[in-house]
Structure formats: C-alpha cells, structure tokens
C-alpha cells in the first residue's frame, strides 16, 4: 500500500507565500519524478513543477521565478515553495510520484488526494 499525502494548503493574500509538502509512504522501492499539478474549477488538471531523483527541474511558465520545487529524498517528501502568489494560482494542488513499490516488476504514478490553496485579491 502506498500514500501520497498533501498538507500546507490554505488561504492567503495576494502577494503572500506558502509552502506545500507532500510525503509518500508505504513500501517504496524507489522513487523516480516527483511532481506538483492543480486543477482551478471547470478547468483541466495542470502541471506546475516536477522535479527528478537526480534533482533536475522543470517549471509551468506562469510559475517561474515565483514557486520552487525541492525534494528530500530520505524523507521520500517533496515540496512546493510558493511566492508572490496571485489569484489565478487559486486551485486545487496534487503531487504525484512515479515509484516502484516492494513487489512490483515497474513503476507507477500515485497521486495524492489534494490541498485547497485560496488566493485572495
């Protein structure tokens, strides 16, 4: 059995930050991408940041220069530092985590179940 648990999520003001952190647990072999996503009513599911075992980043380019993804990978956590925080970044945030668990020959994508992040003009 393998989780992915979001916390951090909240409200907060337009220019204000806050911190995501996403911790998979379970029995996990391995860990490869890790990942954040959001999804704003009545739109798709988008990708935010990702982020490799070996480190390497990759960033949506509304985000850029403002959030920053970071791993640690004895903790199998990621997380998502976000800053200067507008009103469109008003959505609901998922990790996921591509990984292989105790038993399986491959990996798979797990997600997590979601933090509400609110921005407020």
């Known amino acids: 059995q393998v989780q992915l648990v979001e916390s951090g999520g909240g409200l907060v003001q337009a220019g204000g930050s806050l911190r995501l952190s996403c911790a998979a647990s379970?029995?996990?072999?391995?860990?490869?991408?890790m990942g954040w996503y959001r999804q704003a009513p009545g739109k798709q599911r988008d990708l935010v940041a990702s982020i490799t075992s070996a480190g390497s980043t990759n960033y949506a380019d509304s985000v850029k220069g403002r959030f920053t993804i970071s791993r640690d990978n004895a903790k199998n956590t990621v997380y998502l530092q976000m800053n200067s925080l507008k009103p469109e970044d008003t959505a609901v945030y998922y990790c996921n985590a591509d990984l292989k668990r105790l038993g399986s020959w491959v990996s798979k994508l797990y997600w997590g179940q979601g933090t509400q992040v609110t921005v407020s003009s």
């Open positions: 379970g029995s996990i072999i391995s860990i490869n991408a």
